[in-house]
């Protein structure tokens, strides 16, 4: 180029450089106005939300790098939590279509909408689960030696030996029940199994009748030429072969209809309402209302008939026509019915195909088999345990020393879930024997686990424990324990804390965290919480405990805004919260607050998320995350950076309406830094998670990390498996 047309380029370029900037400003988006935070649209369906809960865990099943019996596990456990959606979420929106309620969901959608979405899902989700079985996980298990055959498959021998243990183990038990103009519809069970089947008489006349597959015999029946009355779990050495009980029923029906002929049979089952609503207010006695309440539950109404793909419509009709439901509540799917009854394979002896045994770790601290004075570590120092990686039985020892200890004048504690046979529950029935004052809270209202409380109720109260049923119009969700011993002239409280409940059984399943302290601020808390509870103490503020439905909400809330106003100054803004779920509103809107004024929010939420985030404008600095694998996530971390003088908050609350607002619950600090730093560094293993992390889309679905293949990433549940009591 020459000088002059050097020159002229410049010039043209100044001329032009100010047009261009003027484009770019145009090009650029205009800033983003006010979002109405009312807006449906910026929610996700709780249902929806918690049926892709349940592809995550379906996904699993379907991952290779899993175990294979492991694999069969899941899909098991996404069947029973199908049940349980039905049962409970399908439930309710089929009661407010029924009421004519015009309330929407949090998405705007109306109950018989949301039905119609459920719907569409439900049938995908029970097609995948189909092929899976019958495309990948059977196969491999016959080529583990593990075979589940058809009835028809098997050879002469295995077909008498099914046929033998027929006659002497299941034959007996059955009741077929006629259904005609003298006898009634028969009740269907809820979760029952049953056949339906077509008979005809010598004069060509047709007959429906109803046989239930009993659910107190193995649901698969192990074939062995000479078969016993007990079928001992295989061990590897030999083939296994198994055929579904049904299937033994349907072989061998004449029997149960001599002199008719057996036109057709087949295999169908039922979800009932299980939401029993219980009218405390209006009750004299919330335990006798509550029992009653289980007897009715079981004639409540059908949500979900689960058919065969191969049923004639005529039986399907005389099935809905007598039950009551319609067309949107049948699913047509094929054989087996309920892969919930794949559990019973974990017990067979095959290590090689199941997750390598695990042994909680016992800090050294508590000694050999936790034989410390527990009470003596407690005045040392805070003390935080993590489960199942970290041994729950500290828990168990520390009201074991509190029966034994002579010095102990007091236990009071609340109890939500404890399992049938507790160790803890033994330990308070230790210390009524010892002369100690025991009050426990026992929440009657623990959806399906209401039979098992009303017995240790029944235990407690005939050993002279100071029983409370619940509160009216609230569960007792809370975790809490409080030892009152005295020392010299004066009285020390020790308290233990905790995310989970006070469940030996399933602390070595869920991940959940335990705070045992004698803090006297907190004792003095946990004091005037049960006195609340017992009496008529109307405490409305607390030293540090944050008390759902008093403060809980506020508490959070003000922590909350606090971040965003420090973020303003330091630019540092960071939120970490773990929970099992999150739908509330208000925290919803709050989380979009933060987010908007540049507040960077790590959600961990194992279950439902009706929060959108990467939305611009509005949550683009959210990132939400869910980890599915061998243990369920279910304690709740609430991280606030604060400016740096870092907070973290546990406790037995998620950020769901009913939580903070219709629950007791309790939500605690731990300031103990050593603890803290501790807490932080598990947080910070769970985010970074590339192995069984999904992330939510702003549309609802998740995604895995791309690296999800590379077996060197960070699989959290893993690494806390691996370096137990590392830090």
């Not at 057996?262 to 405390?280: C, G, L, M, Q, S």
């Amino acid at each position: 180029m020459t000088r002059s047309g050097a020159r002229r380029a410049n010039t043209l370029e100044r001329k032009q450089a100010p047009a261009a900037a003027q484009a770019a400003e145009a090009a650029r988006p205009a800033p983003a106005a006010p979002r109405n935070l009312d807006d449906p649209e910026l929610y996700i369906s709780r249902e929806l939300s918690l049926l892709e809960f349940q592809r995550r865990v379906l996904e699993e099943a379907e991952d290779p790098t899993n175990p294979l019996l492991e694999r069969v596990k899941f899909l098991a456990i996404f069947s029973s939590n199908l049940d349980e959606f039905f049962m409970v979420r399908v439930a309710g929106l089929l009661q407010q279509v029924a009421s004519g309620s015009l309330e929407v969901g949090i998405d705007g959608r109306s109950a018989s909408a949301e039905l119609q979405l459920i719907h569409q899902r439900v049938s995908q989700l029970a097609a995948e689960s189909h092929k899976l079985w019958h495309v990948e996980l059977r196969p491999a298990l016959e080529r583990a030696g593990i075979h589940i055959m058809e009835y028809a498959d098997l050879n002469k021998e295995q077909r008498a030996a099914v046929d033998t243990y027929f006659l002497r183990s299941i034959f007996p038990v059955l009741t077929p029940l006629a259904f005609d103009g003298s006898r009634p519809f028969p009740h269907i069970s809820n979760r029952s199994v049953n056949l339906a089947a077509l008979v005809r008489d010598k004069k060509g006349e047709e007959h429906f009748a109803r046989v239930k597959v009993p659910d107190t015999l193995p649901q698969l029946v192990q074939v062995r030429p000479e078969p016993e009355e007990e079928q001992p779990a295989g061990n590897g050495s030999t083939e296994l072969v198994f055929v579904w009980l049904e299937d033994v029923i349907a072989a061998n029906l004449r029997l149960l209809f001599p002199g008719l002929k057996i036109v057709e049979t087949h295999p169908f089952r039922v979800n009932r309402d299980a939401d029993v609503a219980i009218k405390e207010l209006e009750s004299d006695d919330l335990l006798e209302t509550i029992e009653e309440a289980m007897r009715q539950r079981r004639f409540l109404a059908a949500v979900r008939l689960q058919v065969s793909s191969s049923m004639p419509q005529k039986v399907v009709d005389i099935l809905t026509s007598n039950m009551g439901v319609n067309s949107q509540q049948v699913y047509r799917i094929e054989h087996p019915i309920g892969f919930g009854r794949l559990a019973e394979l974990l017990s067979l002896d095959r290590p090689d195909l199941k997750d390598k045994p695990f042994v909680p770790f016992t800090p050294p601290i508590f000694g050999r088999d936790c034989q410390e004075d527990i009470f003596a570590l407690m005045r040392r120092e805070d003390i935080l345990l993590h489960h199942p990686y970290e041994s729950f039985q500290p828990v168990v020892e520390f009201l074991r020393q509190a029966a034994r200890d002579p010095q102990v004048r007091a236990i009071k504690m609340t109890l939500y879930r404890v399992g049938r046979k507790s160790p803890i529950v033994a330990a308070l029935l230790d210390a009524l024997e010892n002369g100690k004052e025991v009050a426990a809270l026992v929440e009657l209202k623990a959806r399906f686990d209401e039979e098992s409380n009303i017995e240790w109720t029944h235990t407690l109260e005939d050993a002279g424990a100071h029983v409370v049923y619940g509160v009216p119009a609230l569960k007792v969700h809370s975790k809490i324990a409080l030892v009152v011993r005295r020392e010299g002239e004066a009285i020390r409280r020790y308290v233990h804390l905790a995310t989970g409940n006070y469940n030996a059984t399933t602390a070595r399943l869920y991940t959940d965290l335990g705070f045992l302290t004698c803090d006297e601020e907190i004792a003095d808390d946990a004091t005037h919480f049960f006195n609340a509870l017992t009496g008529y103490a109307a405490k409305q503020d607390y030293r540090k405990l944050l008390v759902a439905p008093v403060g809980l909400r506020e508490g959070l809330e003000e922590l909350i805004r606090r971040e965003i106003k420090l973020h303003e100054s330091d630019g540092q803004g960071h939120l970490i919260f773990k929970m099992n779920a999150l739908e509330d509103p208000r925290m919803i809107q709050l989380l979009y607050r933060a987010s908007q004024a540049g507040v960077r929010v790590d959600l961990l939420v194992r279950g439902f998320c009706c929060l959108r985030p990467g939305v611009p404008g509005l949550s683009e600095n959210i990132r939400v995350t869910s980890i599915v694998w061998r243990f369920l996530e279910h304690s709740r971390i609430y991280y606030f950076r604060n400016g740096g003088t870092e907070e973290v908050y546990l406790g037995s609350a998620d950020l769901m309406r009913r939580n903070l607002s219709h629950r007791v619950e309790i939500v605690f600090p731990v300031a103990n830094p050593k603890l803290l730093s501790h807490l932080k560094q598990t947080l910070h293993t769970y985010m970074a998670d590339e192995a069984k992390a999904r992330h939510l889309r702003s549309d609802g679905s998740y995604v895995r990390s791309p690296k999800v293949n590379d077996p060197d990433v960070m699989n959290a549940q893993g690494w806390l498996v691996s370096h137990q009591g590392a830090v």
